[in-house]
């Protein structure tokens, strides 16, 4: 202990007498020579006693009135300051108050010095009252832990999976209910059809008896001031059952006092201006009355219950139009192998009656309408190869979407039509990275390399040097393949909403179609990409393939 000068008893008695009589709070100075203590009545009436009531007072009075918990921490703290290892000697701690409830103390103190500023031997110190700003602090950190405990069971609600609600949606329950500290947690729906409610989710504590399967289709005529409650949207607070009115046999209290509890709160669940059902909380173990602070947060809660119970009620009925879509699909699909194999067959008839024709009676070969059934035959043979590569694209099992080298397709198409571009006098520029990968389907993507660079030869213009350059950009999670021409262009004004159809043709030329890009369009999206056009007459054309460059999901 540091030195400490004895005497100027004289000086300390008149002085600090006249302080402690004088404050307005509890204050106390001890004698070190005789274990002494001197409080004011402010220190005694804060713990609801006299002093009288505490005598004789000394060095032992507070330690019979501490929380025996705190004790060690208090001499501990007040040995630091007379080593010497700390300026002040400042403590927090618990008293009990006459009543029997604790208080928070705040005691401060320091060593009183003489007028030559030398250590004498007695301390003075002071309590405050901090009981508030204790349950306060508490009341605020709770509140902390509550909203964090909010956001974790938001997150785990975001990511959940359809067949994990149920799960979840217990899981939560018990984590609300331990966090406030009840001892059964539930939610019930409300049928407003048969006038019902029942239990759909409980979570109980350990030996708290679990009341689900009493708790199904209960008449809300028997609990009319609880649904009113609800349907005006506030929640229903009971801090203590016993103070509810004798209601008869089927009131709110007869249904409560068989289930052991104490107090409780249930919160509407409200879906615009629909009443789903509420969630609540029992107490049974003991009375509690709770906060309005806590009750904002498990309103908060409810209404992640109601987000919860729609997007799972919407994702059952997705799954149920995806389920008739998909059977519809597989319909069509059906539908569009037996067109497509009955129109082949009958196609064919055609064409080989025609040829028995034309050998057994060649002079007919000569009449016009003979020359015009040929055509038309032919003209119906090749619609019906092309449907058959449409109907392949969209109806085949998806084929598995692999790692493709694009630079190489690019070169691959560039040297096959590098005799059809030399004899049109255009130039082929792949400007693609050699290491550039996407995913896809190889024969989808060559096919539709072949068709732009083709069509950009095929309608080049002839008053200009002509080239197509292939080139890509990153867009999210997609390659970008550009195939630019500098060819005769596509009036996209007119023809916007035409350019990826069936059979529409925008040039005169001796090959044209109008299937190409209709099939390379649906290549495209089979791959989980899209096609876009930009194009602006007699300057030329920029088709975009958007590629998937990570595994397409």
């Known amino acids: ?246 209601d008869g046999p089927n009131g709110i209290r007869s249904i409560l006092e068989p289930q052991h509890i104490k107090s409780l709160i249930t919160i509407p669940m409200i879906s615009g201006d629909d009443l789903l059902g509420f969630v609540g909380f029992d107490f049974v173990q003991n009375t509690y009355t709770i906060p309005e602070r806590e009750i904002t947060l498990l309103t908060l809660f409810a209404n992640m219950l109601v987000n919860i119970q729609e997007r799972n009620n919407k994702e059952l009925k997705l799954n149920s139009f995806l389920s008739i879509t998909q059977n519809q699909n597989e319909k069509l ?24 024709i034309a050998d057994e009676y060649p002079e007919l070969n000569e009449f016009q309408l003979i020359r015009l059934l040929n055509t038309a035959s032919e003209k119906l043979s090749e619609t019906i190869r092309h449907l058959n590569k449409v109907i392949l694209i969209n109806t085949s099992s998806p084929e598995k979407l692999t790692s493709i080298n694009l630079y190489d397709i690019v070169e691959h198409t560039k040297r096959t039509l590098s005799y059809m571009a030399k004899n049109e006098g255009v130039i082929i520029e792949n400007r693609i990275s050699e290491g550039t990968m996407v995913k896809g389907v190889e024969s989808y993507l060559d096919s539709i390399v072949m068709n732009l660079i083709t069509n950009g030869i095929k309608y080049s213009a002839d008053d200009r040097d002509s080239s197509v350059n292939l080139y890509t950009k990153k867009n999210g999670e997609f390659i970008i393949l550009c195939v630019e021409d500098n060819g005769l262009g596509i009036d996209l004004k007119n023809n916007k909403d035409k350019i990826f159809g069936m059979y529409k043709t925008f040039h005169e030329h001796p090959d044209s179609r109008g299937i190409g890009l209709f099939i390379t369009k649906n290549q495209v999206e089979a791959m989980g990409g899209k096609i876009e056009v930009e194009s602006e007459v007699g300057t030329g054309s920029t088709f975009k393939i958007y590629l998937p460059y990570e595994e397409y999901k």
């Open 1 to 246: 202990m540091r030195e400490i000068k004895k005497g100027d008893s004289k000086y300390n008695s008149d002085m600090y007498k006249s302080i402690v009589e004088g404050a307005d709070i509890g204050t106390w100075i001890w004698n070190f020579e005789s274990n002494e203590i001197i409080y004011n009545e402010k220190w005694a009436a804060i713990l609801g006693y006299t002093l009288d009531e505490l005598s004789p007072l000394n060095i032992n009075t507070w330690k019979k009135i501490a929380h025996p918990d705190d004790v060690d921490l208090v001499v501990e703290k007040l040995n630091d300051y007379l080593n010497g290892n700390s300026d002040t000697y400042e403590c927090e701690f618990r008293m009990k108050h006459k009543d029997g409830h604790w208080l928070w103390i705040s005691d401060r103190g320091k060593i009183i010095q003489n007028e030559q500023k030398e250590a004498i031997n007695q301390m003075a110190g002071m309590h405050i009252d901090i009981t508030e700003n204790k349950i306060l602090e508490e009341s605020i950190k709770k509140q902390s832990a509550f909203q964090n405990l909010l956001l974790k069971i938001a997150s785990t609600y975001i990511n959940i999976h359809l067949d994990e609600v149920d799960e979840i949606i217990q899981q939560s329950l018990g984590e609300m209910a331990e966090f406030v500290g009840a001892d059964r947690a539930y939610i019930f729906n409300y049928d407003f059809q048969n006038l019902t409610s029942s239990n759909l989710y409980e979570w109980c504590a350990d030996n708290i008896s679990s009341e689900i399967d009493n708790l199904q289709q209960i008449s809300m005529d028997n609990i009319p001031f609880w649904v009113n409650k609800h349907l005006r949207g506030q929640p229903l607070h009971i801090p203590d059952v016993q103070k509810l009115p004798d």
């Open 333 to 356: 699909k059906h539908f569009a192998h037996i067109l497509s194999h009955n129109i082949r067959s009958h196609s064919s008839n055609i064409s080989m009656i025609l040829a028995l």
